[in-house]
Nanobody, 122 residues
Framework: QVLLVESGGDSVQAGGSLRLACAAS????????MGWFRQAPGKEREGVAY???????IYADSVKGRFTISKDNAKNTLYLQMNSLKPEDTAMYYC????????????????WGQGTQVTVSS
């Protein structure tokens, strides 16, 4: 059974930092594409950052230069370091995994976590 459990969400002021973590189990972590999506109330779900099986990261333009995605294969954990946070980063953040690059990229991945809330105040 695949399980993705996010943690690290919190309320911070603009300019602050947070690190999200996603503990994964039930699949071969090193072989999967993984990423972070977010969804704010009344807005569409947005892909934030992705990391492929070889560790190569891809970022949405809105977070490039501020967020860093990484994975620790030994700990089966995915991270999202978020710096210089802005109020528009406020959203529920979801950890996502799939064996397919296409499904992950298009937001139709098979596996999603329950989400962790990030709130940034001005």
């Amino acid at each position: 059974q695949v399980l993705l459990v996010e943690s690290g969400g919190d309320s911070v002021q603009a300019g602050g930092s947070l690190r999200l973590a996603c503990a994964a189990s039930g699949f071969t972590f090193g072989n999967y594409r993984m990423g972070w999506f977010r969804q704010a109330p009344g807005k569409e779900r947005e892909g934030v950052a992705y990391v492929w099986w070889d560790g190569a990261p891809i970022y949405a333009d809105s977070v490039k230069g501020r967020f860093t995605i990484s994975k620790d294969n030994a700990k089966n954990t995915l991270y999202l370091q978020m710096n210089s946070l802005k109020p528009e980063d406020t959203a529920m953040y979801y950890c996502v995994a799939d064996s397919s690059h296409y499904r992950l990229w298009t937001g139709s991945a098979n596996y999603w976590g329950q989400g962790t809330q990030v709130t940034v105040s001005s």
